[in-house]
């Protein structure tokens, strides 16, 4: 990639039926890894409540963790749009405080949008949202931030409740959203929903006919303790990094390093 990926980008893509690869990510370090792979968009995510933070879940994340974790990503990618994951209750509480948040994902980390989660009941807070010139990244079926209200993660959207999920991304759509994330929704209603909206579908665990899909980089890079059934291990980082670690502090024991190429003279 020669420039930095655009929503028209991700529009064309679509259009064009080329699939679209989002990663989560959380440093610099990663992010520029993830950027040389060619990957068009990172999502700095409030799984980073998990992943890095070491939270339960994502409820605890602030908004200035997240904003601290985007520029730090922002710093690293070069190429692939970075967006900001908007924390719980950093917009839920006014359409007026959700568009200010969300600004100081652009103003202080140089974010090239926000994510936040919900349907029909986010379209206004959506469409303010964009009113202000800011691109935002939608999120339906399973949301995260409502983990307790839900009463723990399960499939959203079978039965009685496709039309819902069905209804909610097209109010995202209609709110004026670029992309819209559908998470934990069966594989056929994700397939229905991706062919009725314009904009693209970013799936995770809702199978293989979204527009493209997303996966935290620590189930990937094989960093978690727990995989869940949507992701898969490409990688087994955890175990690389333990074996080096362990290599390191038998060097330091044995007084073989630092050795002579390792020593100022």
């Known amino acids: 990639m020669e420039k930095r990926i655009t929503v028209r980008d991700l529009a064309k893509m679509k259009a064009e039926g080329r ?5 989560t990510s959380y440093d610099a370090i990663t992010a520029r890894l993830v950027d ?4 068009q968009l990172i999502l700095v995510g409030d799984s980073a409540g998990n992943t890095v933070l070491g939270y339960e879940n ?7 963790e997240s904003l601290m974790l985007t520029a730090a990503v922002r710093r690293g990618a070069k ?10 209750m950093s917009y839920q509480v006014s359409e007026e ?4 948040n969300a600004g100081r994902y ?9 994510k936040l989660e919900g349907g029909r009941s986010m379209l206004k807070t959506i469409r303010r949202i964009v009113d202000a010139s800011i691109p935002v990244f939608g999120h339906v079926g399973l949301l995260p931030q409502s983990v307790l209200k839900d009463g723990g993660y399960r499939i959203h959207g079978r039965n009685e409740e496709a039309q819902q999920i069905i209804d909610d991304a097209l109010a995202v759509q209609e709110a004026g959203a670029f992309a819209v994330v559908l998470e934990g929704v069966p594989r056929d209603l994700a397939k229905e929903i991706t062919e009725k909206l314009t904009i693209p579908t970013i799936g995770i665990g809702a199978g293989p006919f979204c527009d493209g899909q997303i996966q935290v980089v620590t189930d990937i890079l094989g960093l978690g303790t727990f995989v869940p059934r949507h992701a898969k291990v490409f990688t087994n980082l955890a175990q690389y990094t333990a074996d080096a670690l362990k290599q390191y502090r038998e060097e330091v ?4 390093f630092p050795a002579e190429e390792n020593t100022a003279k």
């Open 106 to 114: 652009l103003k202080e980390a140089g974010a090239d949008g926000v």
């Open 36 to 39: 040389e792979a060619g990957i």
């Open 97 to 100: 405080e959700a568009v200010r």
């Open 79 to 88: 190429h692939a749009m970075v967006i900001g994951d908007m924390p719980f």
């Open 58 to 64: 994502t409820i605890p994340v602030t908004l200035e």
């Open 19 to 23: 699939k679209i690869t989002t990663v």
């Open 253 to 256: 024991e044995a007084q073989s």
